[in-house]
């Protein structure tokens, strides 16, 4: 009696510590699987980020993206001279948005992704904004041959790749404008196709693309008989030395448009938005002239050494005229910049577009620069007994960038010009005012 019971009570404690240890299992397991859901939550809930002011959204099982950005630049303009020939190089002034953007772009999935912004601002001297809710890009990129290791394509409205400053962004620029030459050749957004493939592990990449023959048109151009008129373009840069704080760029680029025998003229302004005169102008002291085609290239050098950096380019443009006995309004130019971080930092070098942008999280940064240009638009027109036309505009620029942090800049700009060409030309252009001073300030938000 004494061994049963004795078995028995064994019997109920091995049953109390079985059933012990698959409660402890069932609960593990269920803790298991718990853990298991939230990490597949985590993996796949959309994460949103307001960082900057800006927003981004974007969920990572489906590949898919949003991002809300903008851009926001306000100028003050001060100039005499040459700049306000009209008005006897009397000083003149001019506060204006120059540029007020809004702009979406993201990732529909790891195939396909997209961008679109609409432009508002730049303003001129008559008080109106000439970019109110225009388009300024709208990009379709299929990116199934790039995941492959092959080429992005793209369809829309893109900025060609011509020159390195004007595919560096406006926000990124070291002066507060583009140099007169690269503003004179630049046709900036377009609609159009484009191929462009980057080879990270040889600092090397391409970009070409056929494009609607218009300078930043929104309806492109068309000859005498309706027909389009097309424009190709291509851009190949290589970056032997990519680091945080060291690079060397260089680059080429060129292209073909077809003018569609219309009259040309090479014209730029000198470097200060809202003024009343386009410093270059072959135009002046002569007369336009009619152009079947136009031929533009460029090269490209740039470096970063630690805070400093030096960024130059040569630009020429030939035209190929109607009437072979016409002189060619050939354009020729280059520029040259130099930067320096007073607080240290290095300018940031994306290879993938080999283009420059400012350092990555900038705070309370001092950057000082100065930059040197020269288009030359003269030449003797045979129509005119060979008498000269055209201007020639040189420009010193010197300035400071204060970065407040990644949003927020504070831009100066001190402008010395002077303009040349025959007295007809300068005559006709500014009164022949022949030099001419400014001061450009801007405040610039990007979100």
Not at 238 to 246: C, L
Request: charged share 25%; with cysteine; hydrophobic share 35%.
């Amino acid at each position: 009696m004494t061994i049963n019971k004795k078995m028995l009570m064994s019997m109920v404690c091995i049953e109390l510590l079985a059933s012990h240890v698959a409660f402890a299992h069932s609960r593990n397991d269920e803790t298991n699987q718990l853990k298991q859901r939230i990490s597949k939550l985590e993996k796949s809930a959309t994460k949103i980020k307001t960082t900057g002011g800006g927003l981004r959204i974007s969920n990572k099982n489906s590949g898919s993206s949003f991002k809300l950005n903008g851009r926001f630049h306000l100028d003050y303009d001060n100039f005499d001279g040459a700049y306000n020939g009209m008005n006897q190089g009397k000083r003149a002034s001019d506060l204006f948005i120059r540029r007020a953007r809004i702009g979406i772009s993201g990732n529909m999935n790891p195939i396909w992704s997209y961008k679109f912004t609409l432009a508002f601002g730049g303003g001129n001297r008559s008080g109106t904004n000439r970019e109110d809710g225009r388009i300024q890009n709208a990009i379709l990129s299929y990116n199934g041959f790039k995941k492959m290791g092959g080429p992005q394509v793209q369809v829309g409205k893109i900025k060609e790749d011509t020159t390195l400053e004007a595919t560096t962004s406006s926000n990124y620029i070291t002066t507060i404008s583009r140099s007169t030459i690269v503003n004179a050749v630049s046709p900036f957004f377009n609609w159009g196709l484009r191929v462009n493939q980057n080879f990270k592990q040889y600092g090397l990449r391409y970009a070409v693309g056929m494009y609607q023959a218009a300078d930043g048109s929104s309806n492109g151009r068309e000859d005498a008989n309706g027909k389009n008129l097309w424009a190709f373009t291509g851009r190949a840069n290589f970056a032997p030395i990519a680091t945080k704080d060291k690079v060397i760029h260089l680059g080429i680029w060129g292209s073909y448009r077809d003018n569609g025998d219309a009259k040309f003229r090479n014209r730029a302004r000198g470097e200060i938005r809202n003024t009343n005169i386009r410093l270059l102008d072959s135009r002046m002291g002569g007369q336009d002239v009619a152009v079947k085609n136009i031929t533009e290239g460029g090269v490209e050098f740039a470096g970063v050494y630690g805070p400093f950096s030096l960024q130059s380019e040569y630009i020429k443009r030939n035209t190929d005229t109607v009437d072979s006995a016409d002189s060619k309004p050939n354009l020729s130019g280059y520029y040259v910049t130099g930067s320096y971080f007073i607080t240290g930092e290095s300018r940031y070098y994306d290879q993938a577009k080999g283009v420059f942008s400012q350092p990555k999280g900038i705070r309370h940064a001092l950057e000082a620069y100065v930059r040197f240009s020269d288009a030359d638009s003269k030449f003797d027109n045979a129509e005119l007994d060979n008498e000269p036309q055209g201007t020639e505009v040189e420009v010193l620029t010197l300035g400071m960038n204060y970065y407040v942090n990644p949003q927020v800049r504070l831009m100066f700009d001190y402008l010395d010009t002077k303009v040349s060409g025959s007295s007809d030309a300068l005559a006709a252009l500014s009164n022949s005012q022949d030099k001419g001073k400014g001061v450009v300030a801007r405040v610039q938000y990007l979100f």
